[in-house]
């Protein structure tokens, strides 16, 4: 197997009924919503969310207005709520096309592989408005190589885990953590799937500038394919 393949999404859908969920929730249940954090939102158009609290109080008005309790969405999104932290505006590229799947849920949630792999890298990118806790696993089809990466993790989540170590399809290998433990956002899971690490080790771009947007679409591929919910097929 070539560590340099570079997996289709073809394949991934040849295979979607052999993945299992990513959380122990129906992510196709009345009770999820799609959440928007574009600009078109105008309970975010005005609001700079640097207190954490205040975010997470918003979420949850979000998911009241939709009569839900989990959130879903984001994949290339054009999002306004980065503004909340300059970790998004370094080299003076403002940084806004989500790459990856949030999916906003209480924190302690147990995260679950959703394919049998191993562990490529972890790290705690600890800086405000960054993933936190970040796990990111390795997995194999057929003659290709892909990765999946989990973020806003609780810190636990590291604990006593190792470069290599074999993860078992559906498995728990971490859990959502709570704020300010997360990178300080309200407690959801950043999941993502990527084709090429690009020599990076425990973080990834989860986030991108428009310019960027093409190529990155090319190398984080649509989590849905894996996720397989009907609130993130219909945008």
């Not at 894996?226 to 609130?231: E, M, N, R």
Request: charged letters at 15%; proline letters at 5%.
């Amino acid at each position: 197997m070539s560590a340099n393949s570079i997996i289709p999404s073809a394949l991934l859908l040849k295979y979607q009924n052999s993945f299992v969920p990513v959380l122990p929730i129906d992510l196709n249940a009345s009770t999820v919503c799609r959440l928007d954090f574009t600009a078109h939102n105008s309970l975010l158009a005005n609001q700079i969310l640097t207190n954490t609290g205040q975010f997470n109080f918003i979420i949850t008005q979000m998911l009241q207005e939709k009569g839900a309790s989990i959130g879903v969405g984001g994949y290339l999104e054009d999002r306004i709520i980065y503004r909340r932290s300059a970790l998004f505006t370094e080299n003076q590229k403002d940084r806004r096309i989500h790459l990856g799947v949030d999916v906003w849920a209480p924190a302690g949630t147990p995260v679950l592989t959703p394919l049998a792999g191993v562990v490529h890298s972890f790290a705690d990118n600890a800086h405000f408005g960054d993933y936190g806790p970040t796990i990111i696993l390795q997995h194999s089809l057929e003659n290709y190589s892909f990765y999946t990466l989990y973020g806003h993790l609780s810190r636990s989540s590291l604990t006593n885990l190792q470069v290599g170590q074999a993860i078992d399809k559906n498995q728990q290998f971490s859990s959502i953590g709570t704020y300010p433990e997360n990178g300080d956002w309200p407690p959801h899971l950043h999941f993502q799937i990527i084709t090429d690490m690009q020599g990076r080790y425990g973080d990834f771009p989860g986030v991108c500038s428009r310019d960027e947007k093409a190529a990155f679409a090319q190398i984080c591929l649509d989590p849905n394919l894996i996720l397989q919910s009907q609130y993130l097929a219909a945008f």
